[in-house]
């Protein structure tokens, strides 16, 4: 059977910002996994693959079909076996495939594209999504996040269905992919800086793939540490696997029971595939992903001595701007999707890339998002400042800020028309502030003469998110007070 595009136009397989996703036994299910393991393999050994941008503009490397793919998979419900159910139709294509031997978070799993040479990588896993979805995510040769050109190359070959693997599960070759990734790690780390350190780090994986990972290099520098949400659990205790302030209350008591024993410490989260990271200060306050950012950024400048350009998302932090300038950087801005960053980092020397999700790309590693590297270099940070790490954030907001930040995530009708709305006719005047300009790189930003607010509706879930940074907490809620209320209809601009 030929693949052909869905006739209908209506197909749930679509790949967003970062991926594919849906809600297990609805969306994706094993006859969509299959459909989509056919059409990979089927643009694999197309002839029109190797004429695309990526490989002619970009300078990616170019692997043939040959060279097989690597396939990884996270601790969700049912994710080992769509993972193999995707082997197995992709072997059956003539592709060379192996699976990894157990779950690992993303970055495993791309990392193993470079280290194997191999012309993709798939990884299984809804990365922060509720317990009842998953998803696919593409690698592409450089080990980073697919370019639409690569994932709609896979939509228009979709078969209007999949046929059953025929070579058995014992066919595909199971692979360790963790000792390789942890290795790479390591280079990146300075030993000498954790060892003997009077630091506690809370490592928190939210039950996620990422479990052991960070774990094991602390224990492997003498750093003290303890493990919380570490272990399986399918449900994720009951909350998205995403590491935001409302799903960190066990780091918080966990840090709030040891306060006295210990005042210099830190909590270091990973997300559901250990792509994102955010952290804890040793009083419970969240650090969130603008300040974690800032933190990596200013200790590669300032201690490390490191160079290079910094690729920011539409969402990040104003302070990324400050710090460009005062280091005499120059900063990159690219709409939401790590996979906008990637060109930039193939075609130039970037140090950081950085989203408002948590994640972060380093120089030198691969084109990817790594909790577990990032999560490592926060904790050497702690180790090396010379007070608590809350000290170390005040001092950057001393240097570079005052900056507040919220993201609010709501579920409305028409959410994709009311962002349509505001772009065709923006507002001159918005929560009693005078709009000073109207950005529109990826959704709509209203910047007033300090702060801003973003209305965008996201690619992989069916909400509307509202982003804001302004001078005070306080502007911010009234900002995005002002923007749900907008967005519900409880509020009139025109």
């Known amino acids: 059977m030929e693949p052909v595009a869905n006739p209908s136009g209506t197909d749930v397989v679509r790949f967003g ?22 059409a990979t393999a089927a643009f694999l050994v197309s002839d029109a693959r190797k004429e695309l941008a990526i490989y002619n503009e970009w300078g990616a490397p170019y692997r043939s079909a040959a060279n097989g793919i690597t396939v990884g998979y996270d601790t969700r419900f049912l994710s080992d076996q769509f993972a193999l159910h995707f082997a197995r139709i992709v072997l059956d294509r003539g592709v060379p495939v192996a ?24 990884m299984f896993t809804a990365s922060h999504n509720p317990a009842t979805d998953n998803g696919i995510k593409y690698k592409a040769e450089y080990g980073g996040s697919a370019p639409g050109e690569l994932t709609s190359g896979v939509e228009a070959r979709l078969p209007t269905r999949a046929r059953l693997p025929a070579v058995p599960p014992s066919a595909i070759p199971r692979v360790d992919l963790r000792t390789p990734f942890l290795h790479r790690v390591r280079e990146f780390l300075d030993p000498d800086r954790l060892r003997g350190a009077p630091l506690l780090v809370v490592v928190d994986s939210m039950y996620g793939s990422a479990q052991g990972y960070v774990a094991e290099l602390l224990a492997e520098y003498g750093v003290e540490h303890l493990v919380i949400r570490g272990t399986r659990d399918v449900l994720f205790g009951g909350k998205k696997p995403e590491p935001l302030a409302e799903n960190l209350v066990p780091l918080r008591a966990v ?9 210099r410490m830190i909590g270091v989260v990973t997300d559901g595939d250990g792509d994102r990271v955010s952290a804890m200060d040793e009083k419970g306050t969240f650090i969130n992903a603008h300040r974690t950012f800032a933190l990596i ?17 539409f969402n990040l932090t104003d302070m990324a701007t400050a710090i460009c300038e005062s280091y005499g950087l120059e900063m990159i801005e690219v709409p939401i999707g790590f996979k906008n960053a990637v060109e930039h980092i193939l075609q130039r020397d970037v140090l950081v890339a950085a989203e408002e999700s948590g994640s972060i790309a380093i120089q030198g590693h691969i084109p ?3 909790g577990v590297l990032n999560s490592l270099l926060l904790a050497e940070i702690a180790a090396s400042a010379d007070g ?47 709009v000073k300009a109207v950005e529109t790189l990826d959704g709509l930003k209203l910047r007033f ?33 002002e923007a749900e209320k907008l967005a519900r209809g409880d509020l009139t601009l025109w």
């Not at 990894?100 to 798939?122: C, E, H, M, W």
């Not at 170390?392 to 962002?419: N, S």
């Not at 982003?467 to 995005?480: K, N």
């Open 449 to 481: 003469s300090k702060g801003w607010l973003l209305f965008r509706a996201s690619g992989t879930e069916p909400i509307l998110r509202l982003y804001s940074e302004m001078p005070t907490e306080r502007d911010v809620w009234l900002m995005l007070d």
């Open 368 to 370: 990817e998002r790594d």
């Open 17 to 38: 910002t970062d991926g594919w996703r849906g809600a297990i036994a609805r969306e994706f299910t094993f006859e969509n996994v299959g459909r989509v393991a056919e």
């Open 99 to 122: 699976i990894s031997d157990r779950p690992i978070p993303t970055p495993a799993l791309s990392y193993s594209v470079v280290d194997r040479a191999v012309s993709a990588g798939i």
């Open 388 to 434: 608590p790490i809350s000290e170390e954030i005040r001092r950057l907001d001393d240097a570079f800020g005052p900056f507040a930040y919220h993201r609010r995530d709501i579920t409305v009708p028409g959410r994709l028309e009311v962002v349509a709305r505001l772009l065709a006719d923006p507002p001159d005047r918005f929560a009693g502030r005078p």
């Open 297 to 313: 950024l200013h200790y590669l400048l300032e201690v490390r001595g490191w160079r290079g350009a910094v690729v920011k998302s």
């Open 255 to 263: 840090i709030a029971s040891r306060q006295k024993t210990h005042p």
